[in-house]
C-alpha cells in the first residue's frame, strides 16, 4: 500500500468516526417549549442554545429515530410537533 494510499483511508475513516457516533446517541421522546420532538441528542445538548426553553423527556429512547414517531403515534395519540406538557 503507497502512502498516499494510506493517507486517504485514514481520512475517509475519520469522515466516517463522526457519523458513527452521531448514530450511536439513541433518539429520544422530548417535550420543547410544548412541542413533540425525537431528537437524537442528549438532554444538555437540546437545552444547549434554547436558553429558557422548557424541555423534558416525555418517553423512552429508540435505536432507530422513526421508531420513536411510531411511540408518540400509538402512545400518546399526536404527532411529532403536536402539543406535549412538562410537569
Given at each position: ?44 445538548q ?13 418517553g423512552?429512547?429508540?435505536d ?9 403515534r ?10 406535549c406538557r412538562?410537569?
Amino acid at each position: 500500500m503507497t502512502k498516499r494510499l494510506a493517507a486517504m483511508l485514514a481520512v475517509l475513516a475519520s469522515l466516517a468516526a463522526p457519523a458513527a457516533v452521531a448514530q450511536s446517541t439513541p433518539a429520544t421522546v422530548y417535550c420543547v417549549n410544548n412541542r413533540i420532538m425525537v431528537e437524537r441528542a442528549t438532554m444538555s445538548q437540546m437545552q444547549s442554545g434554547r436558553g429558557h426553553s422548557e424541555i423534558c423527556i416525555i418517553g423512552p429512547s429508540f435505536d432507530f429515530q422513526p421508531d420513536g414517531v411510531t411511540w408518540v403515534r400509538q402512545n400518546l395519540r399526536a404527532d411529532v410537533g403536536g402539543n406535549c406538557r412538562c410537569r
